[in-house]
T-cell receptor, first 113, second 115 residues
Framework: AAGVIQSPRHLIKEKRETATLKCYPI?????VYWYQQGPGQDPQFLIS???????DKGSIPDRFSAQQFSDYHSELNMSSLELGDSALYFC????????????FGSGTRLTVV | GENVEQHPSTLSVQEGDSAVIKCTYS??????FPWYKQELGKRPQLIID?????GEKKDQRIAVTLNKTAKHFSLHITETQPEDSAVYFC??????????????FGKGTLLTVNP
């Protein structure tokens, strides 16, 4: 079965650069979520989209923005990168037609040097 | 907002023993409580979940209990095996019937099962 696809798997950027992470949800899932997980930390909710509209916002810095496109894939844009942005970024998707919980992608490991 | 406390932060057991991880939540409106297992560098994987209209749920060696009055829920793993070693996260959220819900995670428990 198709899972949540994230790209790239690994990304190395320098301070003050920009990065774009992509997420392709499970087909027919209508909600996408982004989480940030620092080393040894729990996942922190950043932002979510339902039917291409932003539905909830968490601890997402102003330097970050995200959107969901007509094909339901989502992109997380990160500008003016800081060392502290180094983390695993997970995307998850869900559907209101399915009673189960989230399905997480494999994550993007961002390293800012 | 929701606040989830998880204990212990580390847990070491002998193979075959039971392991119990406990979480408390602050928002009495929370009604969905999933548990995730995460191996190093990998994605969180849902292992079991419980909704507020149920007090206990079991799936083979894994069980979860929920006490709504006390606002705490626990994960029980019996007959532990070395492959159970991982970080376990509890989470809580309010599910209103739709799919759009954010999870608030506990800080995680590093479970080590010694052969």
């Amino acid at each position: 079965a198709a899972g949540v696809i994230q790209s790239p798997r690994h990304l190395i950027k320098e301070k003050r650069e920009t990065a774009t992470l992509k997420c392709y949800p499970i087909p027919r899932h209508d909600t996408v979520y982004w989480y940030q997980q620092g080393p040894g930390q729990d996942p922190q909710f950043l932002i979510s989209f339902y039917e291409k509209m932003q539905s909830d916002k968490g601890s997402i810095p102003d330097r970050f923005s995200a959107q969901q496109f007509s094909d339901y894939h989502s992109e997380l844009n990160m500008s003016s990168l800081e060392l502290g942005d180094s983390a695993l970024y997970f995307c998850a998707s869900s559907s209101d037609r399915l009673p189960d919980g989230y399905t997480f992608g494999s994550g993007t490991r961002l390293t800012v040097v | 907002g929701e606040n989830v406390e998880q204990h212990p932060s580390t847990l070491s057991v002998q193979e075959g023993d039971s392991a119990v991880i406990k979480c408390t939540y602050s928002d009495s409106a929370s009604n969905y409580f999933p548990w995730y297992k995460q191996e190093l560098g990998k994605r969180p994987q849902l292992i079991i979940d419980i909704r507020s209209n149920v007090g206990e749920k079991k799936d083979q060696r894994i069980a979860v209990t929920l006490n709504k009055t006390a606002k705490h829920f626990s994960l029980h793993i019996t007959e532990t095996q070395p492959e159970d070693s991982a970080v376990y996260f509890c989470a809580a959220t309010i599910r209103s019937g739709g799919s759009n819900y954010k999870l608030t995670f506990g800080k995680g428990t590093l479970l080590t099962v010694n052969p």
